[in-house]
């Protein structure tokens, strides 16, 4: 009988079977918070996150409030949500591109919410937009001008949505290409080999899929993927446990869970 990957003596599989963690801190870069209209989350609200969160290991959890992409929680509110969780919730502050005049004040106070605040989230096909309309060049050119990561909603129609042109605009801004284009596969790789080397593909949804996360990692590399769950939509020990179970180098894993991020943003954020 092959033996299972849990089983084998040594691995980071091993590893977390036995003790429900890793010998290093883990970056989730793409979660949420809050309740959705219609669904049930065991672990949406703060303090539930941050006791999963401790319970595996992961040290930064970068998220959006969901009701701040709706249009119903100002980003002032959040970064307050990260101040009382310092050791472990960072944010992105949410872009709704209808609100023009909101972007820009809440971008005059961005550098007053550091450290939380860490990047932009931008949902192009929620709001009903293209990447490349130009109600979100004030916001991408903010991010290029303080080289700021910038998490992008991708999905299969990401060639519909004027992705690959934006990046193109913007040499200093870090891409973070939410869902890998879940699907477009090959649009994906595009869009990281064709640009400016600021573009990495966030796992989120894809270590459910067998096989993906082998096939981007010959596509790209593991130098350019970044973990992340859509917490509290995904749960970390089935999204790493994707991760650990692919057959990829224990080096493309700790790429993937840690590095890349620490090579980003460095140790200490």
Request: hydrophobic share 40%; aromatic share 12%; charged share 25%.
């Amino acid at each position: 009988m092959k033996e299972a990957i849990w089983e084998k003596k040594g691995s980071l599989a091993e590893q977390l079977w036995n003790t429900g963690k890793l010998d290093f801190p883990i970056y989730d870069m793409h979660g949420h918070m809050g309740p959705a209209y219609g669904i049930y989350f065991q672990n949406c609200m703060p303090a539930d996150m941050v006791a999963h969160m401790k319970r595996i290991g992961i040290k930064h959890l970068v998220f959006s409030h969901h009701e701040t992409l709706t249009g119903f929680k100002p980003n002032p509110e959040v970064v307050e949500i990260c101040r009382e969780y310092p050791e472990h919730l960072r944010m992105y502050a949410g872009i709704i591109p209808q609100r023009t005049e909101e972007i820009k004040r809440d971008l005059a106070l961005f550098d007053s919410w550091k450290p939380y605040a860490v990047g932009l989230k931008i949902l192009p096909i929620y709001h009903n937009h293209k990447l490349s309309d130009k109600e979100y060049d004030y916001a991408l050119s903010f991010a290029d001008e303080r080289a700021l990561p910038v998490l992008i909603h991708t999905w299969g129609n990401a060639p519909e949505c004027g992705i690959y042109e934006t990046l193109c605009k913007y040499p200093n801004a870090k891409f973070f290409l939410a869902h890998c284009c879940f699907g477009a596969w090959e649009y994906a790789e595009r869009c990281v080999k064709e640009t400016h080397n600021n573009v990495w593909l966030e796992l989120t949804a894809v270590p459910g899929e067998r096989g993906i996360i082998e096939k981007l990692v010959g596509m790209v590399g593991s130098e350019k993927i970044l973990f992340g769950t859509d917490l509290p939509w995904f749960d970390e020990y089935q999204a790493v446990g994707g991760v650990l179970s692919a057959d990829i180098t224990e080096d493309d894993m700790r790429n993937i869970l840690y590095r890349n991020v620490e090579n980003i943003l460095g140790k200490d954020w």
